[in-house]
């Protein structure tokens, strides 16, 4: 990423933001108000990626255990394949690994190749199928990775 571009924990101020990219471009599962209460939560972690101060992709997970768990990941279109995603996911599994992460874990749709592919290219899985998973009735693949 260019020096424009930074990672940093998310805090209230960035709510508006990821809000919106969950709403519009993820399954809208977690209200602005549910990310709120993750910022308070000790083993949750939000981190934001910024360019020129815009926040421009977030990832979630939980430290449950030695195990993190990967809930979502998620770049506005402006900014997609130029690294973002690529950039969040390292530091964050750096993290995490820092603090004693040995797997990381998590779902994602079947139909979703920029997901999978992002995923396969930090050395992720295909563990198994969860079958009719989501509301709409598309399955779930389970991946992990050793941190
Ligand atoms: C998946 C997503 C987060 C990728 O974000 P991104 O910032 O565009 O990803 P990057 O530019 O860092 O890409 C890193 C790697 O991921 C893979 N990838 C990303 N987008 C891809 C696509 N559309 N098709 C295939 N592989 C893709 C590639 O391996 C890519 O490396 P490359 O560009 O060198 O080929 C983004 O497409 C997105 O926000 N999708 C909607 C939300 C979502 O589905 N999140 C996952 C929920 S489980």
Redesign the pocket.
Same mark, same amino acid.
């Given at each position: 990423m260019s020096d424009a571009r930074a990672i940093r924990p998310a805090t209230r101020d960035d709510l508006d933001a990821l809000a919106r990219i969950e709403s519009e471009?993820?399954s809208g599962t977690w209200s602005r108000d549910a990310l709120a209460d993750e910022l308070e939560k000790t083993f949750a972690r939000l981190r934001v990626a910024t360019e020129a101060d815009v926040v421009c992709?977030f990832v979630h997970g939980w430290l449950v255990a030695d195990e993190l768990h990967?809930l /979502?990941? @998620?770049?506005?279109?402006a900014?997609?394949?130029?690294?973002?995603?690529?950039?969040l996911l390292e530091a964050f599994f750096i993290e995490a690994r820092a603090s004693g992460s040995v797997k990381a874990l998590?779902?994602?749709?079947v139909s /979703?190749? @920029?997901?999978i592919?992002?995923y396969?290219?930090f050395g992720f899985v295909e563990d198994a199928i969860r079958a009719r998973y989501y509301s709409d009735g598309e399955d779930a693949l389970l991946m992990s990775a050793a941190l």
């Open positions: 471009h993820l992709a990967v /979502n990941v @998620a770049t506005h279109p900014w997609r394949r130029r690294g973002v995603a690529k950039a998590l779902e994602v749709r /979703n190749g @920029a997901a592919g992002l396969k290219s």
